[in-house]
């Protein structure tokens, strides 16, 4: 029972992490590895140098960086475009990284279906309204979307580490959110069309 629990607890924190990276890639990352680091979760053998010295630095400057650059104007558009695809390789990792007891292939499975799935829609809706926003505004109010981002990231990478449970029921209203969105956007393209 007890090892049943820790799975699905770590798998909800995989996940939880996994939508995260939807918003930004980097702060995720960098969350997982300060809570390696300090011993607040354990991660996978082959995954512990996530919470070395080195691998915190890293990933500590990269997520500066990222926040940063998406706050000038067109290149955060640019950003989006390769963002989309490493969202859903961040996505798989940090699942295989926090996913305890289960068979390899399982662990694959899951991560690349929930994980990358999970991070490239909310990935993929985020860039969407990027793209809206610069159309309608100018780019005025990118920086407004990049701060809820970096806001979401920042508040939905900690619900996962301490909160999983939260955190897998965030994950699921986030997704019927994209769900949602797209099917209004869509369902106003096909008017525009007729």
Do not use: H
Not at 66 to 95: C, M, R, S, W
Not at 129 to 150: D, H, K
Not at 168 to 186: A, D, E, P, W, Y
């Amino acid at each position: 029972m007890l090892e049943t629990t820790e799975t699905l607890i770590s798998i909800f924190l995989g996940i939880g992490l996994a939508a995260s990276v939807g918003f930004r890639i980097f702060v995720p990352l960098f969350t997982l590895s300060l809570a390696s680091y300090f011993g607040v979760i354990p991660l996978n053998e082959s995954w512990e140098w996530i919470g070395s010295i080195t691998a915190l630095c890293t990933l500590g400057f990269a997520t500066i960086l990222e926040v940063f650059a998406y706050y000038i104007p067109v290149f955060d558009n640019l950003l989006d475009t390769i963002a989309i695809p490493l969202a859903a390789i961040a996505g798989t990792a940090v699942v295989v990284s926090t996913a305890v007891n289960l068979d390899p292939i399982v662990t694959w499975s899951l991560a690349i279906i929930a994980g990358g799935g999970t991070a490239a829609a909310i990935k993929g809706s985020i860039a969407t309204t990027r793209a809206v926003s610069t159309t309608t505004t100018a780019g005025l109010a990118n920086p407004l979307v990049s701060t809820i981002e970096t806001g979401g990231a920042t508040a939905m990478s900690a619900i996962a580490i301490f909160l999983p449970i939260l955190a897998i029921v965030l994950v699921v209203g986030l997704l019927s959110g994209v769900f949602f969105f797209f099917k209004k956007v869509r369902s106003k393209f096909k008017r525009k069309q007729v």
